[in-house]
């Protein structure tokens, strides 16, 4: 896409000017995949991709979708996607609850100007709504600045940033004792318990894969806590997704078995030069083995001997992710009210 006028951005490239930028209604998220899988891939965010949000919408969105493209003035390049949905008369953004970042889905030296863009659309929004409440937005933005909103939740979004660094690297910048649990523990099942390590590969086999995820799931966390990712319209929603990311080459769902049994699950995808951790599950018979631990060890290695430039752990704060990150860029949960965004009231 070629460049908009505008100042030097921070890191190279051009700051697009927000204000020559077109709001165009999205009617269909079928007839915009085209740009915005283009902007997902200059964005490198596994949750802006097409793929991601159709799937989300079609099987667990509901309401009425207040989507936007933003396009350079004068009928040039969609330069941004403004992925909203309205129920009631609040407005979330698409891939809420499931999602880890969300957004506007744009390059990243176009995020302040798609802020300002959303502000736009809001304030523009012809249908009743009363409430914005953008969950899990990244946390390095100024949004109550771009959105005349306020902050009203900070999560953790631990990341080991690789920088180049192979396994061995990464592991001289642990502990001793860490070095050393993670190869006795690794030893110790091989040895003694018989494990093999299984990575899905083909479509035959995802579904009996997704169900031994499920399975695992539900069996580490009871299906009171489970079934948001273990729900009947969650199962759709991933089995479809993950079908897509199979193909696509992003799929990670690995499957650590010991004497035949499966003991824990991982699935995790590869997009935009990240893995990203997005669920897993383990026997709670197990926990002893620490099974949980010596695959997430497993899952980092073969990330960082790929050459991703990250490993993401997405939101929440756990001792486990905290293991091995070293960094935490942050998501926050972000509410406007329909006067803060500009936008007449009802009846107005």
């Given at each position: ?87 009631g008369n609040r407005l979330s953004l698409l891939g809420t609850g499931a999602s880890d970042e969300l957004g506007p889905v744009c390059a990243p030296v176009d995020r302040p100007a798609a802020g300002g863009a959303l502000r736009r659309h809001l304030g523009h929004l012809p249908m009743p709504w009363d409430t914005f409440v953008g969950e899990d937005m990244p946390a390095d933005l100024a949004w109550e600045e771009l959105l005349r909103g306020r902050v009203t939740r900070r999560r953790a979004s631990p990341v080991l ?188």
């Amino acid at each position: 896409m070629p460049s908009s006028p505008g100042r030097d951005a921070p890191g190279g490239g051009r700051r697009r000017v927000e204000a020559t930028w077109e709001l165009e209604p999205v009617t269909s998220l079928a007839a915009v995949r085209g740009p915005w899988s283009a902007l997902a891939e200059r964005g490198a965010n596994l949750f802006s991709t097409w793929e991601w949000t159709d799937s989300w919408w079609r099987h667990v969105g509901r309401g009425q979708l207040a989507a936007a493209t933003c396009r350079h003035g004068g009928g040039g390049d969609v330069v941004a996607g403004l992925p909203l949905f309205l129920v009631g008369n609040r407005l979330s953004l698409l891939g809420t609850g499931a999602s880890d970042e969300l957004g506007p889905v744009c390059a990243p030296v176009d995020r302040p100007a798609a802020g300002g863009a959303l502000r736009r659309h809001l304030g523009h929004l012809p249908m009743p709504w009363d409430t914005f409440v953008g969950e899990d937005m990244p946390a390095d933005l100024a949004w109550e600045e771009l959105l005349r909103g306020r902050v009203t939740r900070r999560r953790a979004s631990p990341v080991l940033r690789a920088d180049g660094m192979s396994w061995q690297d990464f592991l001289s910048t642990r502990s001793a004792n860490f070095r050393a649990q993670v190869r006795a523990r690794q030893r110790r099942l091989w040895r003694d318990h018989g494990a093999v390590l299984h990575e899905t590969e083909d479509l035959t086999a995802l579904e009996r894969d997704l169900e031994t995820l499920f399975h695992l799931h539900v069996a580490r966390w009871g299906w009171a806590r489970a079934q948001r990712f273990a729900g009947r319209r969650a199962r759709a929603f991933m089995g479809e997704f993950a079908a897509l990311a199979l193909q696509r080459g992003w799929l990670r769902l690995r499957i650590l078995r010991l004497e035949g049994r499966p003991a824990a699950a991982m699935l995790n995808f590869r997009f935009g030069g990240s893995e990203w951790f997005y669920q897993g599950g383990r026997d709670p018979a197990l926990d002893r083995l620490s099974v949980g631990f010596v695959l997430q060890a497993l899952a980092v290695q073969a990330a960082l001997d790929d050459g991703v430039h990250s490993y993401r752990f997405l939101r929440g704060d756990e001792i486990y992710k905290r293991r091995f990150a070293n960094h935490d860029v942050g998501v926050v949960t972000v509410r406007v009210e329909r006067q803060m965004a500009g936008a007449p009231t009802a009846g107005t």
